[in-house]
């Protein structure tokens, strides 16, 4: 039993071991790369052959050589030389190295690693530069000691960049989070010391630039502060700052109505508005002062002020922007469309107005009612009409809210795309902030006639026994006669409800309107009266369908008319 117990531990371990000593190491030379499994325990020289097999090498194998690399810094590290026959465990070759093979001709001899060179890279500072990627900045790569001084180092970046040591600066980035980008350490007080203890390290990038040599005036660079900086610390705040944005082009149709956001631009996100709209006009050929721009798409929020910096917009790398052609609104003003309404002579229930648009564009708000007026009616061509204007909020194809000539545009909750409509009256009006403007028909219930509407102000505190008199007075028929109901929900009114709503009498009756039974709080409310000597006729099977269909046209509602309801269907019209 024991035995046996012992046998099994024995071969456990012994998977164990064997699953422990594999391992996969990445092999490159030129463009071709291999991952290659291997053992902890295979040698150096066996690495050599599979990797040379695996990547098709045809060169005789003392001629090449696998070498460590360093992927982040891009440099060549240790090689192996004398220890052929080691194991990879023992030559510290570990699972996932990255290791290069090196290839050479017979004449020539493998240079050894020295674990005091290292490799840094040189950027000599030119105009126009876009990127800080190694397309853009085109690095000059340099071997060097670490024990190297820096006016040694000096020297030689002398004669690489071609600029006079006296006048030569060079260098090195700073952490994120610090005042500056830019560490300069080619000072006088850094000439004798080490490479080593100025923190140039394996793979740094120096930044080299003429002292003498300006920056050129440029629209893209943003220079915050009034002290002087060198070039490289205005391109790397540049960089810090860069944001790449994509946009659309106006002239170009959506296909399938989906926007493409196909064209792109590099700013500082210093910048403004009106530099981005500088930027987008060159690139579509469309006029700076003709670009709309919104965030966040197609009903995305205008960005009016040009003053504004593009840090504060809550724009972010790669968003997108949507570009508009046509007048851009300022600060002052918002986007609108206005609509005139017009009575209605189609006949037909809870169609009160028909509406013609007349102008969809920014239109300054900030200012009262009665100068918003004058302001459109010059925007339409109606010069001084406007004071004969009604200006009310539009719901759908009714009216509602009557804006005040005396109160400001903002009291009423202006926003982006609001639209409202103004009617034309004969006559200036300036009504009280108590007072309400109410719709009125007349119903004659025995010809089922409906009057074309009429419009009035009532204040809250009228009594109803006020308002007959007033109704008496536009259809003449006698205060005792009447009655008047109001229409829950003039959107849906019918004429063939009436006989169903609660009809009041008014006459002697001192409530008030504002309160039970109409509870009158807002504009645009329907008013139908009735005159109570008119009996009521019951409608046709024919007439309810035809009035239940809402597409039915009524003769004119004048003295000696029946009014009859004809279905269009019954005249032909689909």
């Not at 891009?74 to 090689?79: K, P, R, W």
Request: with cysteine.
């Amino acid at each position: 039993m024991v035995d046996v117990e012992e046998k099994a531990e024995k071969t456990e371990k012994k998977v164990v071991q064997e699953r422990m000593a594999k391992m996969q190491v990445k092999v490159f030379c030129g463009d071709k790369t291999r991952i290659i499994n291997t053992l902890r325990t295979s040698t150096y020289n066996e690495l050599l052959a599979v990797a040379m097999t695996e990547l098709e090498v045809k060169e005789k194998i003392e001629n090449c050589r696998l070498r460590s690399y360093n992927v982040p810094n891009q440099t060549m590290h240790e090689t192996h030389t004398g220890k052929e026959k080691m194991t990879l465990e023992e030559i510290r070759i570990y699972p996932q190295k990255t290791l290069v093979l090196e290839i050479k001709k017979d004449s020539d001899i493998f240079e050894e690693y020295d674990p005091l060179n290292m490799q840094i890279k040189i950027n000599v500072w030119r105009k126009n530069m876009v990127a800080f990627d190694e397309v853009s900045l085109k690095p000059i790569y340099l071997t060097v000691k670490k024990t190297e001084k820096m006016d040694s180092l000096k020297n030689i970046i002398s004669g690489i960049a071609k600029i006079v040591k006296e006048r030569l600066v060079i260098g090195k980035k700073l952490p994120m989070g610090n005042l500056h980008c830019l560490e300069i350490i080619s000072g006088k007080e850094n000439a004798d010391k080490t490479l080593a203890s100025l923190r140039v390290n394996e793979g740094i990038n120096l930044y080299v630039e003429d002292a003498e040599e300006k920056y050129p005036v440029s629209e893209e660079a943003v220079i915050l502060s009034g002290e002087e900086k060198c070039k490289w610390e205005i391109e790397l705040e540049m960089e810090k700052n860069r944001y790449t944005l994509k946009f659309n082009n106006p002239r170009e149709s959506p296909v399938d109505l989906v926007v493409d956001y196909k064209y792109y631009t590099n700013i500082d996100r210093r910048q403004t508005i009106d530099f981005l709209k500088f930027k987008i006009s060159k690139e579509l050929g469309i006029p700076k002062e003709k670009i709309i721009l919104r965030r966040g798409g197609v009903h995305g929020l205008e960005m009016k002020n040009d003053l504004t910096v593009i840090k504060d917009t809550h724009f972010y790398n790669m968003a997108c922007v949507f570009v508009e052609e046509g007048t851009p609104a300022s600060i002052y003003q918002n986007r609108l469309t206005i609509f005139e309404a017009i009575p209605s002579v189609k006949g037909i229930d809870n169609c009160y107005y028909e509406f013609a648009s007349v102008y969809t564009g920014p239109i300054t708000t900030s200012c009262t009612v009665g100068d918003f007026k004058e302001q459109l009616a010059a925007q339409i061509g109606r010069e001084g009409k406007g004071k004969y204007m009604r200006l009310r909020e539009k719901n759908s194809d009714k009216l509602t809210k009557v804006y005040h000539n005396k109160k400001l545009m903002d009291h009423y909750n202006i926003f982006e795309g609001k639209q409202l409509a103004f009617q034309m009256i004969s006559e200036m009006e300036d009504p009280k902030e108590e007072e309400f403007l109410v719709m009125l028909q007349f119903w004659d219930p025995d010809k089922w006639t409906l009057t074309p509407v009429k419009e009035l102000y009532v204040e809250k505190s009228c009594t109803l026994a006020l308002f007959a008199g007033l109704i008496s007075s536009i259809y003449d028929i006698p205060a005792s006669n009447i009655m008047c109901c109001k229409i829950a929900s003039a959107w849906s009114f019918s004429r063939i409800q009436l006989p169903h709503e609660l009809w009041y009498k008014l006459e002697g009756n001192d409530g008030y309107i504002g309160s039970s039974p109409f509870f009158l709080a807002t504009d645009g409310s329907l008013f139908v009266v009735k005159n109570t000597d008119v009996k009521e006729r019951e409608l046709s099977e024919e007439e309810k369908k035809a009035y239940a269909a809402f597409d039915y046209e009524i003769g004119p509602a004048i003295k000696g008319s029946t009014g009859a309801a004809v279905s269009k269907k019954e005249k032909g019209i689909v």
